[in-house]
């Protein structure tokens, strides 16, 4: 059974930064794609990022090109997020997700895995 859980959430300051850790289980990690979405209150969810855990090759919406970092650990199977200079647009529930077929249209559909999100505020 495919298991995603995330973690690292919390409130930070504007400027500040944080990273988000999903520690997978029950699925071959190196052959799978796996990303971050986020999904903000009244918005649907969106891609922030993926990587291909095979070869280390990540892929950024243009949103989130400078200030996004994903990076994965193949020896203990987490996924990582580094965000920097965080802005209040920023504030959403993070999802760690993973696909067996590739990265497609980096749509929500593409992604069979999902964990249960890790809240992320940006507030003073």
């Known amino acids: 059974e495919v298991q995603l859980v995330e973690s690292g959430g919390g409130l930070v300051q504007p400027g500040g930064s944080l990273r988000l850790s999903c520690a997978a289980s029950g699925f071959p990690f190196d052959d799978y794609v796996l990303a971050w979405f986020r999904q903000a209150p009244g918005k649907e969810r969106e891609g922030v990022c993926a990587?291909?855990?095979?070869?280390?090759?990540?892929y950024y919406a243009d949103f989130a090109k400078g200030r996004f970092t994903i990076s994965s650990d193949n020896a203990n199977d987490i996924l990582y997020l580094h965000v920097s200079d965080l802005k209040p647009e920023d504030t959403a529930v993070y999802y760690c997700?993973?696909?067996?077929?590739?990265?497609?249209?980096?749509?929500?559909?593409?992604?069979?895995?999902w964990g249960q999100g890790t809240q992320v505020t940006v507030s003073s």
């Open positions: 997700a993973a696909s067996e077929y590739g990265l497609g249209s980096f749509a929500p559909s593409d992604f069979a895995s």
């Open positions: 990587i291909s855990t095979s070869d280390g090759v990540p």
